[in-house]
């Protein structure tokens, strides 16, 4: 699988090291590279792009602002020099969000990032009868990054207990330590970064690990000392995907 990239950067020697980086990932392929929102916008109309590296401060037009002016996005990782985006950035859903100057190791792992969520959004859904059962915690699963005040925060998959939404914000609760991880998230968007054969969205509010489930008592799961709610509607599937026949 190849992704087709295009570079956004009003900086010359930035594009070049862009363009030099994205020649050294055997996935990657350069279509473009442009000084600014409007030459991007150009592109965009013209060619199949499945990944953006965008710059943030440019003349013009933010990074962040022509991002939301696309109707239809591709997958987009943010370049820039300035840390206080990252929480915006989160917002707009990226695939991730690198500091200037970026080492090739780190840009390395960020397309890697973005071929795997294309991978994840390629693959046939499966059907809640024929859903896998989770398969036990596996600490090679993958992780991911969040924003936490302004700091990026790994996120190892296979430690996740269950996730709790909250309006704008999500609360990630990990088996590696007491205290949830708070990020300005939506549980939707946390919910993508996730193996769908592994978690699911039980209730409005809450994602579970299916593997870390105990019991299920009168539409409550129990994960440890934790019990959480199951809504009506999700309670067959959950049977379903966890091997339970009625």
Known sequence: MKL?????????????????????????????????????????????????????????????????????KPMVIFVTAYAHYAVESYELEVIDYLMKPVSLERFTRAAYKALETRQRLEAPVPTPATAPVAPPSDPSAGTFFVNVEYALVKIVIADIRYIEGMKDYVKIYLSTQRKPVLTRATLKGIGEKLPAGSFMRVHKSYIVNLGRIDSIRNHQLSLGEQEIPVSDANLEELLQRLGYTR
């Open 4 to 72: 087709r990239c295009l570079a956004v950067d009003d900086e010359s020697l930035a594009r070049k090291l862009l363009a030099d980086n994205i020649r050294q990932i055997p996935f990657l392929e350069l279509v473009g590279s442009c000084k600014n929102a409007f030459e991007a916008m150009d592109v965009l109309q013209k060619e199949q792009i499945d990944l953006m590296f965008l710059d943030v401060q440019m003349p013009g037009m933010l990074g962040t602002r022509f991002l939301q002016s696309l109707r239809e």
